[in-house]
């Protein structure tokens, strides 16, 4: 059961996501500059490249370091100068120090005990409950001859009739240029215009239209290749977005019970309202790994 807003989780985890290598790990930390006596560490470099403009992402690695070495040194001269001014001092600075000490706090107990905490055990079986919850579906693998008119479509399949191979006449005769010898692969009831996809899924293994299937884009002969149990994903196709699911899973978990023993209250009451909406309890959504709409 999904009991906290989607919108919060969401947007929680992209904010964590973006601030992961903010978390230094233990090894070695070198002195790598010195800017009047304040020591500027691999570790600040680190930091500092991590948060470097977009358009700076894709400079050699050693460029990207004196880039963050050259943003840092400048932060140090100004920050020395805005503290023998006193703007440390300034209420609104101290403000936003907070703000940012309390959410890299937050980030912090989230890795440990969310993004470090998931285990291959855990992905794994929330990836068996996503795939039960698909019920089983029907796929079949055709190819089609597309004409523009319906007699040019009675030619082929006369054609077809004199023993003609299908392939062959698609490299020929059809207009559909990007499919190889009318080949259009396997796919689901959805995926196709209605009168193609209520054709295709008539015919028997083999067999192709005897009559040619109108639709918008003209005129088809459908042969039907195969037709089987659509097969799921692999774990190891869909881990990503299966790990978000556990991860969302396992954020709201610890909220709850975060929350379960914090007094939270909203004066404003229009304000109140709102949370209270966004915030009561949903029905999870049934996010299927790997599902995909044309």
């Known amino acids: 059961m999904f009991r906290y807003s989607k919108l919060a989780a969401v947007a929680m985890i992209a904010v964590a996501a973006a601030h992961g290598a903010a978390f230094a790990e233990d090894k070695p930390d070198p002195v790598v500059a010195k800017v009047g006596g304040v020591e500027i560490r691999q570790s600040e470099i680190d930091l500092a490249m991590a948060g470097l403009d977009p358009q700076l992402a894709n400079l050699p690695p050693e460029q990207k370091k004196v880039a963050a070495?050259?943003?840092l040194i400048d932060v140090k001269v100004l920050a020395t100068d805005a503290t023998k001014e006193g703007l440390d001092n300034d209420p609104a600075f101290k403000q936003r120090?907070?703000?940012l000490t309390d959410r890299e706090l937050h980030n912090a107990y989230f890795k440990k005990h969310v993004v470090d905490a998931i285990t291959p055990e855990e992905v794994k079986a929330r990836y068996d409950k996503e795939i039960a919850a698909v019920p089983p579906q029907e796929e079949v693998r055709a190819r089609h001859i597309l004409v523009k008119t319906e007699q040019e479509a009675k030619d082929v399949i006369a054609a077809l009739d004199s023993g003609k191979d299908f392939a062959e006449l698609a490299k020929e005769k059809s207009t559909d240029a990007a499919s190889e010898g009318g080949d259009l692969g396997y796919f689901t009831k959805g995926r196709m215009v209605?009168?193609?996809e209520a054709a295709a899924f008539?015919?028997?293994?083999g067999a192709y239209t005897k009559t040619p299937v109108k639709t918008q884009f003209g005129y088809h002969i459908i042969l039907l290749e195969d037709k089987r149990q659509q097969q799921?994903?692999?774990?190891?196709?869909?881990?990503?977005?299966?790990r978000q699911l556990?991860?969302?899973?396992?954020?709201?978990?610890?909220?709850?019970?975060a929350k379960a023993s914090a007094s939270v209250e909203i004066e404003?009451?229009?304000l109140k309202k709102s949370y209270d909406e966004v915030s009561k309890p949903q029905a999870d959504e049934q996010t299927q790994p790997g599902e995909q709409k044309p």
């Open 69 to 71: 070495l050259s943003a």
């Open 268 to 270: 404003d009451p229009a």
């Open 97 to 99: 120090i907070a703000f």
């Open 232 to 242: 799921p994903p692999t774990l190891e196709q869909v881990e990503p977005q299966v």
């Open 202 to 205: 008539g015919l028997e293994k």
């Open 246 to 257: 556990v991860m969302r899973d396992k954020y709201i978990a610890l909220l709850e019970a």
């Open 194 to 196: 209605p009168e193609f």
